[in-house]
């Protein structure tokens, strides 16, 4: 029977992976690292998420970008304490672009509202040694596009902002989402001409998303391999948005692509984030959830991850 079109992309990436571990075995001798993304626990304290996650044996934490004005966020000196004492450290971190200051509006107090941001959470992310801070070019929430110049003024207020993140050694990671949650950049392929548009030197990185990329991509592993050293950062759900090992995400192949791009060294993540189906998450960061419902996502999540990727790594050729 002929192979399904997926099917072949499959197998070719199997076989790329075995001919890695035959050839090159300390390639996959260093495991991915893990983190996760804080913000879909709400208004958890910091202190109990960063128990729970040491809890189950995460190293990394990429914290809510949450300076929203000077007078909120995160402070530098206590999270740095709280962190510590759980022996966390900052992978990256999470901006939140929304319609209050989204760099693709027609209103230039909110292109200035994203600019303020992003400069606040560069330094924010520099001072926390933090490696990367996620963009998102259109606002989350808003599916339907301004116009048809959106992505130009995108593209321009972002690069007005562009030098800071080469000062301070902070990558930004363009982020893709899926079409109904924003209305540009949608895949690992747009996420890389929207770079190429902004053409300066300190926007070079992607940040993916297992779950966007369920529905925009048309082959996740290959989409990843794709993207290769550009990607530094990978949220994870499975299939429904929920923790990995509750749909029918293909894990195990998303794992050979991420070893293929040698995605096991420093200054990349892999980055749970489990957030529910629907179309807007942005909710989840104001909500008080469950404390038990998140330790069972952190622990299903990590452990069914860790796993697959043993499985993965052990597997005969």
Partial sequence: MKQQNYEILNFE??????????????????PI?????NWGFGQEALNATARRLAANGIEYIELHGNHYGDDLGYDVKSTRKILDDNGLTVSGVCGMF???????????????????YIRRE???????????????????????????????????T????????????????????????????????????YISRVAHPGIGHINGDLYHMFTEEAHIPKALLDAGEMLVNLHAADSNRLALGHGFMDLDRVIKALYLIGYNRD??????????????????MHGKHDPKILDDL????????????????????
Wanted: glycine share 6%.
């Fill in 158 to 193: 972002l690069r007005k902002v562009a030098d800071c993140f080469v000062e301070s050694g902070v990558r930004a990671a363009i982020e893709p989402i899926r079409s109904a949650e924003v209305s540009a950049v949608h895949t690992i392929a747009e996420a890389k001409d």
């Fill in 267 to 284: 200054g990349c993540f892999f980055t749970p984030e489990p957030l529910g189906p629907g179309g807007d998450p942005y909710p989840a």
């Fill in 298 to 317: 952190v622990r299903q999540t990590v452990s069914y991850y860790r796993e697959r990727e043993k499985i993965v790594l052990e597997s005969i050729i």
């Fill in 122 to 156: 560069v330094e924010f992310t520099h001072r926390m040694g933090g490696t990367y801070l996620l963009v998102v070019p259109a606002a989350v929430g808003r599916s339907k596009a301004y116009d048809d110049t959106e992505i130009e003024r995108s593209v321009e």
């Fill in 98 to 116: 929304s319609t209050d200051n989204d760099l693709s509006s027609n209103r230039g107090i909110k292109r200035q509202a994203a600019i303020d």
């Fill in 33 to 37: 690292n893990i983190s996760w993304s």
């Fill in 13 to 30: 990436i199997d076989e790329a992976f075995n001919k890695l571990k035959a050839a090159r075995p300390d390639a996959i001798e260093r």
